[in-house]
Nanobody, 116 residues
Framework: QARIVESGGDLVQPGGSLRLTCTLSGSRLNTYEKMGWYRQAPGKLRELVATITRGGIANYANSVKGRFTISRDNANNIMYLVMNNLKQEDTAAYYC?????????WGQGTQVTVSS
């Protein structure tokens, strides 16, 4: 059964950087045309922040454009999200899945907290 695990979240100061990792097991990442990183802050709906196609075409939510970079390593079934110049409003649990989401059972996510 396919399973995704997110990792790399941490507590960072405003302006800091993190790299999140999404690891897929039980399936091949290359099977899925479009993958995405999502986030959900307390009391808010889950939002899609970045997507990437099998061929590497990326798109970003306006709130993260210019600060976040999504990439995928199809050969190793891994997807990344590099986050720079983090802001307090980036605080959330981050998840990966397909876009549209839900092909995989949602993982536990990885918590990113931006605070001074």
């Amino acid at each position: 059964q396919a399973r995704i695990v997110e990792s790399g979240g941490d507590l960072v100061q405003p302006g800091g950087s993190l790299r999140l990792t999404c690891t897929l097991s039980g399936s091949r990442l290359n099977t899925y045309e479009k993958m995405g990183w999502y986030r959900q802050a307390p009391g808010k709906l889950r939002e899609l922040v970045a997507t990437i196609t099998r061929g590497g075409i990326a798109n970003y939510a306006n709130s993260v454009k210019g600060r976040f970079t999504i990439s995928r390593d199809n050969a190793n079934n891994i997807m990344y999200l590099v986050m720079n110049n983090l802001k307090q409003e980036d605080t959330a649990a981050y998840y990966c899945n397909t876009d549209p989401g839900g092909v995989f059972v949602w993982g536990q996510g990885t918590q990113v907290t931006v605070s001074s």
